[in-house]
Nanobody
Framework: QVQLMESGGGSVQTGGSLRLSCAGSGFFYTTYCMGWFRQAPGKAREGVATINRAGDATLVADSVKGRFTISRDNAKKTLYLQMNGLKPEDTAMYYC???????????????????????WGQGTQVTVSS
C-alpha cells in the first residue's frame, strides 16, 4: 500500500529555515502528484504547495509564496519543502500527500484541494516562535 513518511520538522525562531522531506514507498512514484498541506490547532487543513509528476510545474499558496519551495527527487522517491523566512503563523502540523495523476500535458499542475489526495503521511510538527 502507498506509504508516506514526513521528517525534518522542528522548532525555529522567526526568520529561520527548515527543510521537510517526505519519503514514499509502495507505489509507482513517478505517476503521482504530490503536495504539502498544513493544519494549525483549531483551524482547517490548508494546501501549501503541489508539484506535478515530472517536477516541472508547481503551485504555491499565496501565504507562503516567495518563502517556500516544493521539489521532488523521483530517483529517491522523496518530496521536499524548503521553508525560508518562517513566521509564527507557519506553525502547524505539516503533511505530505499524493494521488495518482493522469497525463495532462507538459507542465500540468496538480490539485491544491485536500479532497483530491488519496494517500497521506502522519505529519511533522513545525513550530515558529517570535
Amino acid at each position: 500500500q502507498v506509504q508516506l513518511m514526513e521528517s525534518g520538522g522542528g522548532s525555529v525562531q522567526t526568520g529561520g529555515s527548515l527543510r521537510l522531506s517526505c519519503a514514499g514507498s509502495g507505489f509507482f512514484y513517478t505517476t503521482y502528484c504530490m503536495g504539502w498541506f498544513r493544519q494549525a490547532p483549531g483551524k482547517a487543513r490548508e494546501g501549501v504547495a503541489t508539484i506535478n509528476r515530472a517536477g516541472d510545474a508547481t503551485l504555491v499558496a499565496d501565504s507562503v509564496k516567495g518563502r517556500f519551495t516544493i521539489s521532488r527527487d523521483n530517483a529517491k522517491k522523496t518530496l521536499y519543502l524548503q521553508m525560508n523566512g518562517l513566521k509564527p503563523e507557519d506553525t502547524a502540523m505539516y503533511y505530505c500527500a499524493a494521488y495518482p495523476a493522469p497525463l495532462l500535458g507538459r507542465a500540468s499542475m496538480c490539485s491544491m484541494r485536500s479532497e483530491s489526495y488519496s494517500a497521506w503521511g502522519q505529519g511533522t510538527q513545525v513550530t515558529v516562535s517570535s
